[in-house]
């Protein structure tokens, strides 16, 4: 036994004096899932980007599992997670110490999220005020607030709390979508690149999309608070190679190729046709968009706070959190 740990003692010192020293100094877990507006955060550039910064993420997909999401942030198994504004509220409303704080706004949905029905069935939103009406969606995902805010803006007083329908996964969305007939009285609320997916069916149109709402179906990149204290700069740097990654695909033919291949390596269906439409349907948060959302320079911008408290107006008319109740109740979430 003296032999054999003076001989690994030996390789084991021949090792370190013959291997070379890492480039990265952190290496951290991002949560998210497979919406197309989160294609730089998994593109070459930005791990590029990172690398440069001597960081290395890896992309942790839940398929869009929200609660699973807040849990990992809240435990350390993730450092940082891409959160729809609304979803962070519903996460987070009943905690007075939020586990993960917004360090950016990654995008807004200006009609990358949609409710879809079929023509015959559903010629436009009035024809949506039945009790029998099923809205079939992610629950307390971007689709629920987009459904919340349909209801309550186009006056549909027939709707009630089961005409939410529930599934796991953008995914058992499509297969209730697909198991349906044209004279289904189910209506389909989801997001990119599921949206264009069901579109190539020409009997299904969308009634109402994101772009009808600014303001409200916005993405944000959420660090953990506990990460952030100990680590600032660390926290500037992945900002920095984030946004410098996001500038190397302001050009829309960049952005075209990026979703292309974004959606080849999540196993996505997507022709250049609907990756042409997403790029209309999502307007990424540059650097400068940023500083006017979090009040750091002028512009005619929304600040975040304000973001917050417009999204949280409609969760709470919806019942699905409760009113907050002090003045800052927003600042303690960016």
């Known amino acids: 036994q003296q032999q054999e740990q003076a001989t690994k003692q030996q390789s084991d010192q021949t090792l370190a004096a013959t291997s070379g020293t890492s480039r990265y100094r952190y290496e951290l877990n991002l949560g998210l899932d497979n919406f197309s507006g989160y294609a730089v955060l998994r593109s070459e550039e930005f791990r590029k980007q990172l690398a440069d910064r001597g960081i290395r993420i890896n992309n942790v997909d839940d398929g869009a599992n929200y609660t699973q999401r807040a849990a990992e942030l809240e435990n350390g198994k993730l450092q940082l997670a891409a ?3 609304d979803a962070l509220l519903k996460q987070f409303s009943g905690k007075e110490y939020p586990a993960g704080t917004i360090v950016g706004i990654i995008d807004e949905t200006r009609g990358a999220d949609a409710m879809l029905a079929y023509k015959t069935k559903f010629p436009d939103v009035d024809k949506l005020n039945r009790p029998e009406v099923r809205f079939v969606l992610v629950g307390d995902s971007p689709s629920e607030t987009l459904a919340r805010v349909v209801m309550q803006d186009f006056g549909l007083d027939q709707s009630s709390a089961t005409s939410i329908q529930n599934v796991a996964s953008p995914e058992a969305v499509l297969t209730k979508y697909r198991a349906a007939t044209p004279q289904t009285d189910e209506v389909y609320v989801t997001w990119e690149p599921y949206v264009s997916q069901m579109l190539a069916n020409d009997q299904l149109h969308v009634l109402v999309d994101s772009s009808r709402f600014t303001g409200y179906i916005v993405d944000t990149l959420v660090v953990s608070r506990d990460f952030l204290l100990k680590n600032g700069p660390a926290v500037e740097s992945i900002l920095e190679a984030y946004f410098t990654a996001l500038y190397n695909f302001r050009e829309e033919e960049a952005m075209i190729k990026l979703l292309l291949q974004d959606a080849k390596e999540t196993k996505q269906e997507l022709t250049e046709a609907q990756a042409k439409r997403l790029v209309q349907g999502i307007q990424w948060k540059n650097t400068q968009e940023n500083l006017a959302h979090f009040g750091k320079r002028a512009g005619a911008l929304v600040h975040i706070e304000d973001i917050l408290g417009r ?17 800052n109740r927003f600042t303690k979430y960016f």
Do not use: M, Q, R, Y
């Open 311 to 327: 999204i949280s107006n409609v969760l709470v008319k919806a019942g699905t959190i409760d009113e907050p109740n002090n003045a």
């Open 83 to 85: 959160f729809p504004a």
